[in-house]
């Protein structure tokens, strides 16, 4: 094998490898924000576990606030009940009296009744809560995993760049320019093997020339068809 060729495929491989690791770099951000993402249920839930509780504890309230009210009447129907002289006025007092007890009778029921519904909510609001932290502690594991393999990629990369740049040095020739030039409109393929005479990157028959060339090893070859640099398979 050509020595050019030789130090291209080691090339090759490290400017592959490097390429390999630049598209994993890009993934990082989407696969962070994809764990991120992971929360925005858990936070509705939460959201709207809160807003039930203090729509049912506002509902509390205002039952406490109603029943306050017509106790109030209340004390103010027995002064004035006490005050009159007039039986059929007394009477009637007696029958409002009688109908705002009644009204205190259901509201007591009802505060009963949305105590019990705080406390329910009070129940999924916490259990809200829990499932957000525990949702927030795996995805706090999973980013830690992917910055710790963001800060291998990028010890990987600089590590491979400097190699590469090192072999690069060292091509024999005017071989690297060809080869930079291939990398960059080739998929990252810029030397590919040859077998049965096609070419491994296009898979396209090579004319006898070039197959005989590329067998002799005494040249540097290129595919007449997609241009790459050819070499022969083991």
């Given at each position: 094998m050509l020595d050019e060729v030789r130090a291209l495929l080691i090339l090759q491989d490290r400017d592959r490898r490097l390429?390999?690791?630049?598209?994993?770099?890009?993934?990082?951000?989407?696969?962070?924000?994809?764990?991120?993402?992971k929360l925005?249920?858990?936070?509705?839930?939460?959201?709207?576990?809160?807003d039930a509780l203090l729509a049912?504890?506002?509902k509390v309230k205002k039952i406490e606030l109603d029943t306050e009210t017509r106790r109030t009447t209340i004390k103010r129907l027995k002064i004035q009940?006490?005050?009159t002289r007039k039986n059929d006025e007394y009477q009637a007092f007696n029958h409002e009296i009688a109908r705002?007890?009644?009204?205190?009778?259901?509201?007591?029921t009802l505060e009963l009744q949305a105590m019990d519904a705080v406390?329910?909510?009070?129940?999924?609001?916490?259990?809200?809560?829990?499932a957000l932290a525990h949702t927030q502690k795996l995805i706090a594991e999973d980013l830690a995993s992917i910055a710790q393999r963001q800060q291998r990629m990028l010890a990987e990369q600089a590590e491979v760049s400097a190699d590469r740049a090192n072999l690069a040095s060292k091509v024999p020739g005017s071989a690297?320019?060809?080869?930079?030039?291939?990398?960059?409109?080739?998929?990252?393929l810029?030397?590919?093997?040859?077998?049965?005479?096609?070419?491994?990157?296009?898979?396209?028959?090579?004319?006898?020339?070039?197959?005989?060339?590329?067998?002799?090893?005494?040249?540097?070859?290129?595919?007449?068809?997609?241009?790459?640099?050819?070499?022969?398979a083991d």
């Open positions: 390429m390999a690791l630049a598209k994993d770099l890009e993934k990082l951000p989407i696969d962070e924000a994809r764990a991120k993402s925005a249920g858990d936070e509705a839930a939460v959201s709207k576990a809160h049912a504890e506002l009940q006490f005050e705002y007890e009644k009204e205190i009778d259901g509201f007591e406390d329910h909510c009070r129940e999924l609001h916490q259990a809200a809560k829990a690297l320019p060809l080869y930079e030039r291939l990398m960059r409109t080739k998929l990252g810029a030397v590919a093997p040859m077998a049965d005479n096609r070419c491994g990157g296009c898979h396209m028959k090579v004319i006898a020339s070039t197959a005989i060339n590329a067998q002799a090893g005494k040249e540097l070859v290129q595919c007449e068809n997609c241009g790459r640099i050819l070499y022969m």
